[in-house]
């Protein structure tokens, strides 16, 4: 026989896996759980009868084929089982290392094991009854705290709300999930509630109570539930003596504590948010401290099981540092050197501040200490009222502060009751401003997806991506600026490439500090030279390779390493008006990465000391790049660089994303900012997109937002160009025709690009564009005789050979090759004649022969030999017998003069 078996102490998931796994394989017996929470027992109690439910006693004298496992990694031996029955394991903990090797285990990552299993039924269109489709509900909200709890997953909610339209009860579920306590539980859940000890680890805040129960035989996990709502901690620990042993029962509101962690060290498991264990062999008690104690009032109980209770509860507070991460400070979300105000700072000044920065408050401060916030409402009201008043007569007055080391939730806590927008960190020693937190860091840090509590490391990534070479070469520029306590970045694209797994060679470092001073330093070290700009804090490093070869590098090859790395000093960027120019200014990594054009832009990732391969990500950007999104880091990004809505195309068609929907509002409100750019500024972009493989799909999307015409009016799509372009940017000539020439200073590939798609445009057109886009000369003249030759083209299939010789003779290569591409028919083959054959056929006689005949050099020699080649491409002549006798015509038939 095949049993379905699950862990004692039954939750809901517990029992509604163990019914879905029955529906998928009806043959086996699901086996209830000797030992059910209270909850679960009454819920069987009332509705067992409909249910396929087998009591342990009741099974047949059989053999046991095979066992599945539900919700739990944990073997009960049955009666029949043998070392020939196999296991198989459904379930959603963490998988055990100590599991025998055969048998077969199914981990997933989702709130209840319930979940994935309803998928297999719904995937078998198996039908529930409303019962059914109600234990199943119960499940996965049990475990999930309907479906509130951070690990709950889009799969729980979709499992759900197809059990909701299999009629599952909501009322049902409700009078389960929420059972009151039974007389029993409630004495003991007094003395719990009594006894609880609150301790602040890691910045956590962590109940711990322990008791004996005496022979109560009610489950633990209620009164765990329960205390949690009353206590409203981080984690709780329920520890209490009973005849099988000592019971643990833990739960989680945070993903900072690991509660499955901590029941493993113990024997139990669980997952992150909810975990047990049933420790029968008390150890001996551990010296206690690791954590400080807080308020709460406590004892250790008496009696004969009290002092290994008292043990166990002194190891959990041993151990529990371990396995509970820091939560995330204010250090850790702040802005660095903040503009704070003096007291006697006019409201203009601060006006102008405000408008520079984007800010909106600073604090007053005065003889060091914080005094007050100024805000851009106040500002904004005096101004109305042309107030010609000082920052100390508008400040909100106070000292709202915190420290680099206080908690999100006392952050918050102090901007509720201040109503402070933006509070000022200070320096725990000095009280000086060392940086600030505003509200909307605040929210980002709160939001289920931003900032994880611990930062994503990349190094397995980078390392992977990188030659040797580039890795010894950033290893020592990280070395050097941790040594000078400079915290190092690669940003911007290389990173992003890195997670998207189409990684590149190229980075540039952001150094939060002196960048010029880091070049020179590795200069120095290293060899090579530097050249710096001091005005923005930026410096470019010539590598003397030879001296660097000289690293322990294995097979040093010379081409993986740079001519040059960029270093750029952290920095802010101002515009002073649309479209202009940024200024720039110092500033932190965070407000460096909040000037870049979107949110996939602005990941960092760290390289000095500790911290090699940790990925910064202020902005939303890791988010965006997984849900394929470009976005703006703000409203008016495409009026201060119109630009970025030629870019934010290019990373949409390149990685097939979606500019994101507020986005392409802003772009639609910002188009006409394009105009204002200077030609060489578009002509840049557009030089980015046709060197892209996908340019024709950048195109097709530039016309179809309305940007190709915010350019130029006359800039030309639709879909015959998107075809010649998409067909011909990389299709080689035919072989005769031999290789096409460059354009310098245009690259051929992008000169091409340009010429297939404009060389249809009228000549005054193609004059007007060019102009716009400040074309190159060459460029300039190869599009104007491409558009030319096309306005010509019909007319050339009436002519003789000759006459198209004339025509084309002058024309460049670029030109005939572009107009190629987009003919047909008869048009294409005569352009191809002329580069295969025509241009190639040369007379027998020469000007030296002209010359020894007695005529004179001059215009005539020009003449005679044309109607020579005329001739032979005409066809009037065909060897050099025929050509010498036209040749004596010509001579006797010309006047010399």
């Excluded at 102490?9 to 998928?24: K, N, T, V």
């Excluded at 069987?44 to 087998?54: K, N, S």
């Excluded at 901007?415 to 929210?443: E, H």
């Amino acid at each position: 026989m095949r049993l379905i078996l699950t862990h004692e102490q039954a939750d809901f998931d517990a029992l509604a896996s163990l019914l879905s796994a029955h529906l998928l394989d009806d043959g086996a017996l699901p086996v209830l759980p000797r030992k059910m929470n209270r909850n679960v027992r009454s819920f069987v109690t009332l509705y067992g009868a409909e249910l396929p439910f087998v009591d342990p006693r009741d099974l047949p004298s059989e053999p046991v084929e095979a066992v599945t496992l539900v919700d739990t990694q944990s073997l009960v031996t049955i009666k029949g089982m043998g070392s020939e029955t196999r296991v198989i394991v459904i379930d959603h903990h963490p998988l055990r290392r100590s599991l025998p090797p055969e048998w077969e285990v199914a981990i997933t990552q989702t709130g209840a094991t319930t979940t994935m299993l309803v998928e297999a039924v719904e995937a078998q269109n198996g039908s529930l009854s409303a019962i059914q489709a109600t234990l199943l509900l119960l499940g996965i909200y049990e475990d999930t705290g309907s479906l509130t709890y951070a690990g709950t997953t889009p799969r729980d909610v979709r499992a759900a709300a197809h059990l909701m339209e299999e009629g599952a009860s909501l009322q049902i579920a409700t009078n389960f999930l929420n059972p009151p306590l039974s007389p029993e539980q409630r004495q003991v859940y007094d003395r719990l509630a009594a006894e609880a000890q609150v301790y602040n680890i890691q910045g956590h805040r962590v109940v711990v109570t322990c008791g004996d129960v005496g022979e109560m035989n009610e489950e633990i996990s209620s009164l765990a539930h329960k205390l949690r709502d009353l206590l409203d901690p981080d984690a709780i620990f329920v520890l209490v003596a009973t005849s099988e042993g000592i019971r643990m029962v833990a739960r989680s509101t945070t993903d900072g504590i690991d509660v499955a962690a901590v029941a493993s060290h113990f024997g139990g498991g669980g997952h992150e948010r909810a975990a047990a264990a049933l420790i029968k062999n008390s150890p001996l008690p551990a010296p206690s401290g690791g954590a400080s104690r807080g308020e709460g009032r406590g004892g250790e109980g008496d009696g004969v099981r009290s002092q290994p209770l008292a043990a166990i509860c002194r190891e959990l507070l041993e151990i529990l540092p371990r396995h509970v991460r820091p939560s995330v400070t204010a250090a850790q979300i702040m802005s660095h050197r903040p503009h704070v105000l003096a007291p006697e700072a006019s409201v203009h000044e601060a006006s102008r501040l405000m408008q520079k920065y984007g800010y909106e408050g600073f604090p007053v401060v005065q003889d060091g200490r914080v005094v007050g916030l100024l805000t851009r409402r106040a500002v904004d009201r005096a101004l109305a009222h042309k107030l010609n008043l000082t920052a100390a007569s508008l400040m909100e007055a106070g000292e709202v502060i915190v420290r680099p080391d206080d908690s999100l939730q006392y952050l918050q806590a102090r901007m509720t009751d201040s109503g402070w927008g933006q509070v000022p960190v200070v320096d725990p020693k000095t009280n000086a401003v060392i940086g600030i937190v505003t509200r909307t860091d605040l929210l980002k840090t709160l939001s289920p997806k931003a900032y994880p509590t611990a930062r994503l490391n990349l190094t397995e990534k980078l390392e992977k991506a990188l030659p040797s070479e580039r890795l010894a070469l950033i290893r020592a520029v990280a070395e050097e600026a941790a040594a000078q306590k400079s915290p190092l970045y690669v940003v911007g694209g290389f990173v992003r490439d890195l997670l998207i797994e189409r990684p590149s060679l190229d980075f540039d470092v952001v150094v939060e500090g002196d960048a010029i001073a880091l070049a020179r330093t590795l200069a120095k070290r290293y060899g090579g030279k530097i050249t710096s700009h001091s005005r923005f804090g930026t410096a470019k490093w010539f590598l003397d390779i030879d001296r660097f070869a000289r690293l322990n590098v294995p097979a040093f090859q010379r081409a993986n390493v740079p001519t040059f790395i960029d270093f750029i000093s952290a920095r802010q960027e101002f515009y002073d008006h649309p479209s202009a120019l940024p200024s720039v200014e110092r500033g932190s990594i965070k407000l460096d990465l909040h000037r870049r054009d979107f949110t996939i832009n602005t990941l960092a990732l760290r390289l000095d000391g500790h911290h090699y391969g940790e990925l910064l990500d202020p902005w939303g950007g890791l988010n965006d790049l997984k849900d394929g999104l470009v976005r703006v880091l703000h409203s008016l990004s495409f009026v201060d660089d119109p630009t970025r809505m030629l870019r934010a195309v290019r990373f949409e068609q390149r990685f097939g994303f979606h500019i994101e929907t507020r986005t392409l509002q802003l772009m639609d409100e910002a188009r006409s900012c394009l105009e204002k750019l200077s030609g060489d500024r578009i002509r840049h972009e557009l030089n980015l997109i046709l060197d892209e493989g996908c340019a024709a799909d950048i195109l097709t999307r530039l016309a179809e937002l309305k940007l190709l015409t915010a350019i130029h009016p006359s800039l030309p799509w639709n879909d015959g160009l998107r075809r010649l372009l998409a067909s011909g940017l990389d299709q080689p000539p035919p072989a005769e025709w031999g290789l096409l020439p460059d354009l310098s200073p245009v690259p051929r590939r992008l000169a091409l690009g340009y010429l297939l798609w404009l060389a249809r445009l009228t000549p005054s057109d193609v004059a007007a564009v060019a102009a716009r886009l400040r074309f190159p000369v060459a460029l300039r003249r190869n599009l104007e005789a491409a558009s030319e030759l096309m306005r010509d083209l019909p007319a050339l299939q009436k002519m003789k050979a000759s006459a198209i010789f004339v025509r084309l003779e002058d024309v460049p290569v670029l030109a005939i090759y572009v107009v190629y591409l987009g003919a047909s028919g008869k048009s294409r083959e005569t352009l191809d004649d002329f580069m295969a054959r025509w241009r190639h056929i040369r007379t027998t006689t020469t000007g030296r022969e002209l010359k020894t005949r007695g005529i004179p050099p001059g215009r005539i020699y020009q003449e005679i030999l044309g109607r020579l080649r005329a001739a032979w491409l005409d066809g009037e002549v065909k060897t050099e017998l025929e050509e010498k006798v036209l040749l004596e015509k010509l001579i006797k038939s010309t006047v010399f003069r």
